[in-house]
């Protein structure tokens, strides 16, 4: 089973990739995923999609919408139970952005994940 800072640092990796099985792949199968950009683009949903299936459609939708898309990391900091990378995003729509994403872990997967920025 990965650490939560080898499951950090596995994200970011595949997120770079844009390897959508990749990133599924480090999440339970009932996570839950919170963040501004959901709220806006999806304003139904309060902000929060939940489980696999719709997380991997939100990642998927981003690499396509922005195939330059990508994730500088700043900082990973993480205990037994949770990481928090922040991070640069650098994306063709815009200047760079700081990040931070916290992710809680329960046997090795990501259960919960939560953005936070601007």
Do not use: C
Request: aromatic share 8%; glycine share 8%.
């Amino acid at each position: 089973m990965l650490t939560s800072h080898a499951i950090a640092v596995a994200w970011l990796d595949a997120f770079n990739r844009h390897d959508v099985d990749g990133l599924i792949a480090l999440y339970a199968d009932d996570a839950t995923h919170t963040s501004p950009k959901i709220r806006v683009l999806h304003p139904e949903t309060g902000g929060t999609i939940v489980g696999k299936p719709a997380i991997r459609a939100w990642w998927a939708g981003a690499v396509a919408r922005l195939p330059g898309l990508s994730y500088q990391a700043a900082t990973i900091t993480a205990t037994a139970e949770r990481a928090v990378i922040e991070y640069i995003r650098h994306a063709p729509d815009g200047p760079p952005m700081p990040i931070a994403e916290a992710f809680d872990l329960r046997d090795g997967r990501v259960v919960a994940s939560r953005v936070y920025h601007g």
